[in-house]
């Protein structure tokens, strides 16, 4: 008899292809997070689950769930901050994410909101939709140059060093980061520093793991660090920026513009943050690519499939 396996949203035609051919699936169409009690009631229902961003995964959920049935949580995504690892372990759930997979697509959007913010692209093409473009001029909508400047990166894990890639090798920016751990080879000529030698970057980037330890990481007195023509990026975790503390610093003009990917109370965005020219939102689209969403899927079915063979775990949390 197959293992019965939940996934939790829909996946892309070709990551349905691959696990309807080895369990027993129940997917729902719902695109939004599973509520707790959803949580609790599939860990005693199926096998294993393949849950993704938000779907909450909390020790009360295990606290409630005793002796589930479930025994993986195959999750779709590198980042786990939804899932308390350690109550699913301490209940016999394992945990294994999609690392590796989400890496250039990630580093690609960093660098996306870092030229949007800087020269203004969303600004330029609100002002184009809405007819009041006047023609081009010298002085119009001047942004900031990238190419040369400083970048500080905070978190120097796989995503951080395709981003500290790409903006040395194809715009000559100085690298400087911040790491918790030290690290020895980032790949290319970059120097570790303290956080507030990285935030005072000429643009800087988040590119730490979402969780507890990491929480409000930016808050006021880390933005204070931050230079007035400097630009903050934010691809990882939206709650390792405390919005509040970053409104102001926008309203104040402690700094010059955000580009963000990812918010506190997702899909929840400050009216603050919307109605400001200086900043560029976009809706989670780290990894919203076809190959990319697909790779993921794989990765995690894999990760199934060697649970149920009785095979180590490719990507155990």
């Not at 308390?84 to 989400?102: E, F, L």
Request: hydrophobic share 45%; with cysteine.
């Amino acid at each position: 008899m197959k293992p019965q396996v939940f996934i939790t949203r829909p996946m892309p035609g070709k990551v349905i292809a691959e696990a309807i051919g080895h369990f027993e699936l129940t997917i729902r169409e719902d695109t939004t997070p599973l509520t707790q009690a959803d949580c609790i009631d599939i860990l005693h229902r199926y096998d294993a689950v393949l849950p993704t961003l938000g779907d909450p995964f909390t020790a009360e959920v295990f606290a409630a769930a005793h002796a589930p049935r479930c025994r993986l949580l195959a999750n779709f995504g590198v980042g786990y901050n939804h899932i308390d690892v350690a109550a699913a372990k301490a209940v016999g759930v394992i945990v294994t994410n999609t690392p590796g997979a989400v890496t250039d697509a990630t580093a690609d959007i960093a660098l996306t909101l870092m030229l949007m913010t800087a020269r203004r692209a969303g600004e330029g093409e609100r002002m184009l939709r809405a007819g009041a473009w006047q023609g081009w001029h010298p002085t119009q909508m001047l942004g900031a140059h990238m190419s040369g400047k400083s970048l500080g990166i905070i978190g120097m894990g796989r995503i951080g060093k395709a981003i500290a890639k790409r903006a040395h090798y194809g715009f000559g920016m100085e690298i400087r980061f911040h790491n918790r751990s030290p690290v020895l080879n980032p790949g290319l000529p970059a120097e570790q520093v303290d956080i507030a030698s990285a935030l005072g970057a000429d643009f800087v980037v988040i590119a730490v793991p979402g969780g507890p330890a990491t929480r409000h990481l930016i808050d006021e007195r880390a933005l204070a660090h931050m230079q007035p023509h400097a630009f903050l990026i934010n691809i990882a975790r939206g709650d390792i920026v405390s919005e509040d503390a970053l409104i102001k610093a926008l309203q104040t003009g402690k700094i010059a513009g955000a580009g963000l990917d990812v918010y506190e109370h997702e899909p929840k965005v400050p009216a603050a943050l919307t109605l400001m020219e200086n900043v560029t939102l976009l809706p989670h689209l780290g990894t919203a690519a076809l190959e990319v969403r697909e790779s993921m899927g794989l990765m995690a079915v894999e990760n199934i499939r060697a649970f149920f063979d009785r095979k180590p775990l490719p990507n155990l949390v």
